[in-house]
């Protein structure tokens, strides 16, 4: 990376395993939430919003810039509300990454500027089949147009050009978004003249050479076979017949014209840029998700979620398109959110959840994409008419931050329990740290259990930082020789106005169980009617402990 790239916002993969977002020279914990699609459009509107979100703890908004707006008219930019909305978030010590809203935002054209909606010509449509086999046109320029591709490309090269020229010294801009939620809906491939006949040519030589010598996605791999011989194949003899072959052709083609427009805008201004997946399920029962309609979850079929996203068994494709884009992202609502991080994260893939839901069982996720799995940031979506819930967890992340920084993936893990339990979830979550196994369960309670989430890192020997509510802490030695193991020692810490963890109190008796666990409980733990306070809420929900264990030699 070239010298000056190394003051801009960039991602460094650190010998450590973490993969992490460096700005001005440092490491940064992005604690993110997405703005409504409109709420950016406005510096006046976003008067009041930056202050809201900085006594959360938020200290990154994810908002969008449209290409309706930036280029009103062919060949004219207008960046005027922008950089007063850069102003704004300056003021209030705010970052910012930008949402690239240009032919695609859920999979339609509809933030493109009027010169291209009323220009069909230069510009043509998807055409999808209907039921009684009627096509209709979409709002949504073909990803076969090249002249379309080139204009968004021209549009994003002048946004990214501008940021560069305004914000390079700021790093107001942290990373950008390039495009939203692609794909088509409707059908499973366009049918449109054009793309009918491109649908008749072969499989590019190229894509298929890279597929033979990738390392490629579990899930790329569970659903398509590539033939053995290198002569031209259609898209059917390789990725199946029907909607398989059509959503593999759609993928090739969308990833295509996204990694044009990312490497125009990349030229420009060398900030880390991704995309967003909206995702799709292969079963109803992988959903994380209880008296919502299925439909809203995503879908099994291309076409009722978008045909050729960047999904999980698309993402070779994708990778092979767009080397412009950084990393490739999930919006994470309702599907498993272990599965997806996995997913996410196979191949040495930056994990970021754009977009995530903003309840309580939204929260409590986001410290399993942190600890586990080293996510650069988990978004709610909509936080600025709800930044509450997920403003707990940010500033309690946000005074543990330096320690799952430096902390390796080895070294830490997060964890959270629902309110009610469920068979898809687990009730303990384990992992070795050297020799002693840590286990997180519910906080002990008299009454009713409660939800609960955090994470342990590992500090080193056998002493851990516990950060959270609702859960407690116990260990159990690797060796099978112990015939004792416990708490050694237990401190609740503060953080003071240098960032700095200070010891507030020494734990032991009811909030360790004399030495046989640390508890964290949450904010209203159920006394169940017991008439003694031995489970108090945790105070500052931050507590170092060191484990112990006694083997007895022969003559003891």
């Known amino acids: 990376m070239p010298r000056d790239s190394q003051q801009l916002p960039h991602l460094r993969r650190l ?38 979100m900085k006594s959360q703890g938020v200290n990154t908004l994810l908002g969008s810039v449209t290409w309706e707006m930036i280029e009103p008219e062919e060949g ?45 010509r230069r510009f043509p449509r998807v055409q999808v089949l209907e039921a009684g086999g009627r096509m209709r046109t979409l709002e949504m320029v073909t990803p076969l147009s090249s002249e379309g591709c080139d204009a968004d490309a021209r549009a994003f090269a002048a946004l990214m050009q501008h940021l560069a020229q305004v914000d390079r010294e700021e790093n107001t801009v942290l990373m ?7 794909g088509l809906l409707g059908d499973s491939r366009d049918r449109s003249r054009r793309a009918e006949k491109a649908f008749t040519e072969p499989v590019p030589e190229e894509l298929l050479t890279y597929l033979r010598t990738s390392e490629l996605h579990s899930q790329f791999k569970k659903r398509f076979s590539l033939p053995d011989t290198s002569d031209p194949h259609s898209w059917e003899s390789v990725f199946g017949s029907g909607s398989a072959a059509d959503e593999a052709f759609m993928a090739y083609h969308i990833s295509s014209y996204v990694g044009r427009v990312a490497f125009a805008g990349k030229k420009k201004y060398m900030i ?47 990778r092979f398109n767009t080397q412009s884009l950084d990393f490739l992202a999930p919006d994470l609502y309702l599907h498993d959110y272990e599965t997806i991080c996995r997913h996410y994260t196979e191949q040495r893939n930056p994990l970021f959840i754009p977009e995530q839901r903003r309840d309580e069982k939204g929260a409590r996720r986001m410290w399993l994409a942190y600890a586990t799995y080293g996510a650069l940031g988990a978004s709610p979506f909509g936080i600025d008419t709800g930044a509450e819930i997920a403003g707990r967890e940010f500033r309690l992340l946000a005074q543990a931050s330096p320690y799952l920084l430096g902390a390796p993936p080895k070294d830490r893990m997060g964890f959270f329990f629902d309110e009610e339990p469920s068979e898809k979830l687990p009730e303990r979550w384990t992992r070795v740290f050297g020799d002693i196994e840590v286990i997180i369960e519910r906080a002990f309670v008299f009454g009713k259990p409660g939800p609960g989430a955090g994470m342990v890192i590992h500090l080193g020997d056998a002493k851990f930082l516990a950060v959270g509510r609702g859960f407690q802490v116990r260990f159990r030695p690797v060796s099978r020789e112990a015939i004792f193991c416990g708490i050694l020692h237990a401190v609740e810490k503060e953080v003071d106005d240098k960032g700095q963890l200070q010891t507030l109190r020494i734990l032991n008796g009811d909030e360790t169980r004399s030495g046989e666990f640390l508890i964290m409980p949450n ?23 060191e484990a112990y264990y006694v083997i007895e030699e022969d003559d003891d």
């Open 15 to 52: 010998d450590n395993g973490n993969i992490q977002l460096f700005v001005k020279g440092r490491p940064f914990l992005m604690l993110p939430g997405e703005l409504h699609n409109s709420s950016l459009s406005s510096a006046r509107y976003m008067e009041t919003v930056w202050p809201a």
């Open 76 to 120: 004219r930019f207008d960046f005027s509300e922008l950089d007063r909305v850069l102003a704004g978030a300056r003021k209030h010590d705010m970052h910012i990454a930008v949402l690239w809203f240009g032919s695609y935002k859920n999979g339609i054209s509809t933030y493109v500027p009027d010169w291209v909606k009323r220009d069909t």
């Open 176 to 182: 950008v978004q390039v495009q939203n939620e692609t």
């Open 272 to 318: 880390p840029l991704y995309t967003n997946a909206w995702l799709n399920f292969e079963d109803p029962s992988q959903l994380d998700m209880k008296g919502v309609p299925i439909v809203v979850g995503g879908g099994v079929e291309p076409g009722v979620y978008p045909s050729g996203g960047p999904c999980p068994h698309l993402l070779d494709v994708w």
């Open 523 to 545: 904010d209203e733990p159920d006394y169940g009617g017991f008439p003694i306070a031995v489970t108090i809420p945790a105070k500052t929900c931050i507590a170092e402990v």
